[in-house]
């Protein structure tokens, strides 16, 4: 199938907010409560249509990574998107997102759109994070913000398409040189191959991580 753009996604915030969840979610329109924790990154894509056009949405997920702190540089290359990720249950998740912003500012590019998502509304009895104060978080730092739960599914879908559409808005603008940073064309390869060969050929992946990277999956 081709697509008008490719955008890679990352998603980042605390162990346990539900990063993972929301991931399967939005690709595999499944709950599943327990997640088997590996090492290294792994990935998820789905189409989606903006404006008439086909995109592919390329995720990455941490994996577990982000409880060693460990988040290498390659992570955050090349993505349009974040999903920052806090749990609503959970206030010292909240209290960090200012050192993962701090992180994405360090590593990504400055024109990365970040969309804040206060994770597991579903347990608003256990709610320790009110919508105002993610809303407020939001505003100060120009962050799109949204909350979802991945176990019921509400906001999972509108918070990777708005997003998205953000993203395209500001190609539409001009804020991008998408030949440069973004992949667009028609797929030939598969998705993964291509944009690792892109991401090579941009020299944004050593060979070394690349290697790691084929042997964890
Ligand atoms: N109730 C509820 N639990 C969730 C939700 N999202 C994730 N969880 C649970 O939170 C735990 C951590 O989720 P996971 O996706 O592995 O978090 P990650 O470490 O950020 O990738 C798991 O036990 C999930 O079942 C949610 O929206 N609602
Ligand atoms: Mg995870």
Redesign the pocket.
Known sequence: MSYAYLFKYIVI??????????LLQFTDKR?????D?TIGVEFGARMITIDNKPMKLQIW??A?Q?SFRSITRSYYRGAAGALL?YDITRRETFNHLASWLEDARQHANANMTVMLIG?????AHRRAVSTEEGEQFAKEHGLIFME?????AQNVEEAFIKTASTIYKKIQDGAFDVSNEFVDRMESKSVMEEYKDHQLEKGLLLKEELAVTESRR
């Open positions: 915030g605390d162990t346990g907010v539900g990063k993972s969840c929301l709950f599943q409560p327990v997640h924790l997920d941490t577990g982000e990720v994770n597991k509304c579903d347990l979802s739960s991945a176990k019921t």
